[in-house]
């Protein structure tokens, strides 16, 4: 080295502040003068300076080929190359770089590296392919030249020698953190983790592990610039120590997470598990999460928007409270509900009513009007639509007669649901409405009930014993009910437990009542009125033949060839073991006697031989024959329960033959009355109710007023008293038309004349003795025919209905119509 080249080193030191592009940064205290000894100054250099970004080349180290564009540092190395292959590297941050390369810099960084160009390739693309490998640290004296690339002089720098006990533990302490790293990261040769072991320089050691992943640009500039060889190391040390420990932390949570992963993992797992074990055991596969469950449940539900607004609202109620809140069991009650009632339209294919009628005909004997009407209702249906407010049908008759099973047929003709609700006893509109949610064990009405049940927003709803709906202080349910009928109204029907509203206009409904006159006005009013009154015993018998008994037979498992049952033994059935005007206890007492065969069927053919006095055929039961005839019955049902009026045996004086209505048909009552000598006028014995007093004081007002007419002897009421009594039998209903019966016998009583014992009659008396009309006249006719009555005498008023009565009775009976007690007294006591 040349003395002109210390002098000018020397100079340019001196003369520092002197040099523009010197870096000099007071506040960077690596940038220590004390560090600059003689032999640096000896080894000044002047170098092609190549500037890099973000990336720093310590000295003794070759790192991967870099591919360097044109420019300023491509011009120093393409001359570099061309020398010495000696450059100096400085490193600066990429947003830093344009400055440089425009000569804008006014600053070049104070500390570099000397490199030794190992490869310079041109490339076609204009740019270079480079391999560098450090050699020094180095020092930035001088800008010898800016044009076309920075030249300076530089010199190197060599770590002083560092001896000590703490520096010798420090770096122990470095090569202890590589390692844990090297355990950490892995992947690293094992080699190379032997090179930095061997490394007994603690300034060496720090610019070798920068090279690990710990340190990032900003980390390797410090240590670069860091010319005191322990300082370096121990900033080394912290570096490492911080990455060290963010690594193990990082560690730590993967590994927690893989826990909680493999937990849930195995939970999932598990779930899964359960659910393929749940389905093969044809479980219902429930969510784990009821939240979710009602949340999925409501998304699937086809319901309009308020609905599921509304439920989703509660389900939110719900979350936030929580599922062990005392609330939570009453949201999800509410939300049960919710889910569970029909909501979606429905589309139902054009009524056929000639299916329709098909339907109705295989279903019930007889009752042609009744099917006539509905198939003229089904017909409006299908023209009209929806269009029209169609009248609600309101089938009027006694139990049994096949109100629900006409309500079930109409059903099945639309191709709809059938659901019933009964309405008897219904006192408080609550019970059609539902209670307020704040009740405690709230729920919807029984219209909403029914619609549950029904799984269809457009059943046949039959409501069962409207006549039966009362009215007190809680409310009149009748007015509830009015809405739930009305078209107009109906499809927004508000239940109180619901709060939203409810469409029922799709809802075909049907009511049923025993009598027509408890019907609550208004309602009678929205609804078309079918009465079905009570069968005969023939019609009985049909029915009983061709329906009743093949749909027990077929219900117990019985076939045909099995089971034969003789009309005798039906006939039995209907006189002496059921009294109804349907025939409800009929269908009982076949189906009894049907359990009973099947019973004896069925053990037989456990013994594989038949012991029975009515079957016919041995070991095989299927050609096992039990034929059941009028004797039979007793021994299958025990004794008779009925013995049902009959006409009297002979013409008597002071007893006349009536006819009472009740629930279940009619029959006939015989009123005696007998005159004992005493004060006073009437007595009264047997079941009589308030009206059929009244109706006897009627009567004997009536009798008095015509007593000379008739020759009676006007003391003959002062020494007499007439003791009226009603034989025992169906309780008669409380109804004045026993007035011209009590009449009759009081008349007869009195002047000795019998009543003829093949006359029966009804009507109701007035004190001037007109006759008046009365209820019920095809149950009491009947009952009259199967009591071998000849001659029926019945009110004027009534004499219309006559029409309507079935042809075996008018073809009996003779009918008479009368509008006078004159002339019930000239027919019932005419023999005389
Ligand atoms: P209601 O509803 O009027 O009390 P149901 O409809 O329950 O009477 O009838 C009772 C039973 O009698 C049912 O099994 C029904 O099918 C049967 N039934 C009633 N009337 C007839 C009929 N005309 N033809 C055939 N079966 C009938």
Not at 36 to 51: H, K, N, W, Y
Not at 185 to 199: D, K
Not at 560 to 569: C, K, P, V
Not at 755 to 778: F, N, P, S
Request: net charge negative; charged share 30%; glycine share 6%.
């Amino acid at each position: 080295m040349s003395d002109d080249m210390l002098r000018r080193k020397k100079l340019d030191i001196d003369n520092d502040e002197d040099i523009e592009a010197w870096p000099l940064d007071d506040d960077n205290p690596e940038f220590d003068f004390d560090f600059i000894d003689s032999d640096e100054a000896v080894q000044s250099r002047e170098l092609p300076l190549v500037i890099l970004a973000e990336i720093v080349i310590m000295p003794r180290m070759t790192v991967p080929p870099l591919q360097v564009g044109q420019g300023k540092s491509y011009s120093a190395m393409e001359q570099a190359w061309e020398e010495n292959r000696e450059v100096l590297l400085i490193f600066v941050h990429e947003d830093e770089l344009e400055g440089y390369r425009s000569n804008q810099a006014q600053q070049l960084p104070p500390i570099g590296v000397i490199a030794k160009l190992e490869e310079f390739i041109k490339l076609p693309d204009g740019t270079a392919h480079v391999i560098l490998e450090g050699v020094h640290r180095a020092r930035l004296h001088q800008v010898m030249q800016f044009h076309p690339f920075y030249r300076v002089r530089c010199a190197p720098i060599h770590d002083p020698e560092i001896k000590g006990m703490e520096v010798q533990a420090l770096m122990e302490t470095v090569k202890q953190q590589v390692d844990e790293f090297v355990d950490l990261l892995g992947e690293v040769p094992q080699e190379a983790v032997a090179f930095v072991h061997r490394i007994d320089k603690p300034g060496y050691l720090a610019d070798i592990v920068t090279w690990g992943p710990a340190f990032e640009f900003k980390d390797r500039l410090d240590i670069l610039n860091t010319l005191e060889p322990t300082e370096r190391l121990r900033k080394a040390y912290l570096i490492l120590a911080r990455q060290l420990e963010l690594l193990k932390l990082r560690q730590k949570i993967q590994q927690d997470t893989k826990e909680v992963l493999d937990q849930s993992q195995r939970e999932y797992f598990l779930r899964e598990q359960m659910r393929v074990i749940r389905r093969e055991l044809g479980e219902d596969e429930e969510s784990d999460d009821p939240i979710d469950e009602m949340r999925r449940k409501i998304a699937e539900l086809q319901a309009p928007d308020y609905v599921k607004e509304q439920a989703l609202h509660e389900v939110k109620r719900l979350a936030q409270q929580g599922m062990n809140s005392p609330e939570a069991g009453v949201i999800r009650t509410y939300l049960d509900w919710i889910v569970n009632l029909p909501w979606a339209d429905e589309e139902f294919p054009e009524i056929s009513i000639t299916e329709a009628q098909q339907i109705l005909d295989t279903d019930h004997y007889g009752l042609e009007k009744v099917k006539e009407r509905i198939l003229e209702y089904l017909a409006v249906r299908k023209l009209a639509g929806n269009k029209m407010r169609s009248p609600i049908l309101c089938f009027v008759g006694p139990p049994g007669v096949g109100k629900t099973s006409l309500g079930r047929s109409i059903a099945r003709a639309l191709g709809r649901q059938f659901v019933r609700t009964s309405l008897g006893g219904v006192r408080d509109e609550a019970e059609i409405r539902g209670h307020r949610r704040t009740y405690i064990g709230a729920l919807p009405g029984r219209i909403l009930q029914g619609m549950k049940t029904a799984k269809s927003k457009s059943p046949v709803y039959m409501m069962d014993e409207i006549d039966k709906v009362g009215t007190d202080f809680r409310g009149d349910p009748t007015s509830a009910l009015l809405e739930v009928l009305d078209p107009e109204q109906n499809n927004t029907f508000s239940d109180h437990y619901l709060e939203i509203p409810y469409d029922l206009s799709k809802v075909i409904f049907i009511a049923t009542a025993n009598q027509l006159e408890p019907i609550p006005g208004p309602l009678r009013d929205r609804m078309e009125i079918i009465e079905i009154g009570g069968y005969t015993e023939d019609e009985k018998l049909e029915i009983a033949r061709g329906f009743l008994a093949p749909k027990q037979r077929e219900f117990h498992g019985l076939l045909e060839e099995q089971l034969s049952i003789s009309d005798e033994a039906i006939m039995k059935l209907i006189r002496e073991y059921s009294r109804e005007a349907g025939v409800r206890n009929l269908e009982r007492e076949l189906a009894s006697l049907c359990r009973k065969v099947a019973r004896k069927v069925a053990t037989a053919s456990d013994d594989s031989v038949a012991h029975n006095d009515n079957a016919e055929g041995t070991a095989d039961t299927g050609a096992l024959h039990f034929k059941i005839d009028e004797a039979d019955i007793p021994t299958y049902l025990g004794p008779e329960r009925f013995t049902f009026g009959l006409a009297e045996e002979r013409d008597e004086v002071g007893v006349a033959t009536g006819v009472t209505w009740t629930p279940a048909g009619g029959d006939i009552l015989s009123i005696e009355v007998l005159p004992v000598r005493g004060k006073g006028s009437l007595q009264l014995t047997g079941q009589l109710g308030d009206v059929m007093r009244e109706s006897a004081q009627a009567a004997m007002s009536y009798a008095r007023s015509r007593a000379e007419q008739m020759g009676i002897d006007p003391n003959y009421f002062e020494e007499h008293v007439f003791h009226i009594h009603v034989p025992e039998g169906e309780v008669p209903k409380e109804g004045p038309s026993a007035g011209i019966t009590l009449t009759t016998a009081l008349i007869s009583a009195m002047t000795g004349r019998p009543v003829r014992r093949d006359v029966a009659m009804t009507g109701e008396v007035t004190l001037r003795g007109k006759v008046l009309g009365i209820g019920g006249l095809k149950e009491k006719t009947l009952a009259a025919h199967r009591a071998g009555i000849r001659t029926f005498i019945l009110p004027k008023e009534n004499a219309k209905d006559i029409v309507d009565l079935p042809d075996k009775v008018r073809h009996d009976l003779k009918l008479i119509p009368v509008s006078s007690m004159e002339e019930v007294l000239k027919i019932a006591l005419g023999n005389s």
